[in-house]
């Protein structure tokens, strides 16, 4: 018979401001990262008054951010630092880093693991060689734009086109450098362009003199579970020099990367 939980053996022992605290980060998923008050307290099982005094204890915490200009909140990257935790408890990013550490060296100055989360990606696994002269301070659960990053294009171009358009009508979309492509139509385009080919590049698209090689990670039936990424100074080499040098290994890495996750269990929506 299995062992009864600590809150089964004495309910005196569960705290249950604690428990609503939990239930009200749970409202928030992957697909709904951006929530309204009354949805979270719906989500969570509580009236609007007790779900209001929650999100501003978490947000006074950090856990939980108000979204400028809108009555939406949506949780912050120190949540991560749990599930990070977690992942830190299974072998995954050790079987992970040992195909980021193959593609750094003398092409590729950083590879990185991430996912799509709302509007952004998350990394979750990064190894990293150079790129300080360029000014880039990418880590493990550092977050960005998925509409201009090329981990987060590869990913967008295999989800549905609904879904492309909800995730990309999330935030709005800034030129960061002046190559980065900001308009609508375009970037539909250019997922189109990424599904049919494989893969993207992000030529100095949100750092001048920097660019980047993502390919897919996909599950068994096709969806985006992650996608990884090189990054390498432009001034290294051509383009086209970059391309025949990363792009196979990149690659193989997704395939190999892909069995991995599919081995040590879904993280699609880890990041949530």
Known sequence: ???ASPAQENPKNLVQSLAKGFRVLEAFTATDSELPLAQVA????????????LLNTLVMLGYVERIAGTRNFRLTLKCLDLGFNAIARTDLRERVRPVLRSLV???NEAASVGVLDGADVVYVERVQAGLVR???DVRVGSRIRAYCSAIGLAILAYLPKD???RVLALTPRVR???RTVTDLKEIHARLAKVRRAGYIVVDQEITSGLRALAAPVL???GYPIAAVSVVAPSMRMPLEGFLKLALAPVQDAARTISKAMQAGGAIAQQAA
Do not use: I, K
């Open 163 to 165: 879904e492309q358009s």
């Open 105 to 107: 060296g003398e092409v």
């Open 134 to 136: 360029l000014g880039v």
């Open 42 to 53: 719906r989500r969570a099982g509580l009236d609007n008054a007790t779900a209001f005094r």
């Open 219 to 221: 599950d068994p039936d």
């Open 176 to 178: 960061l450098t002046p």
């Open 1 to 3: 018979m299995a062992a």
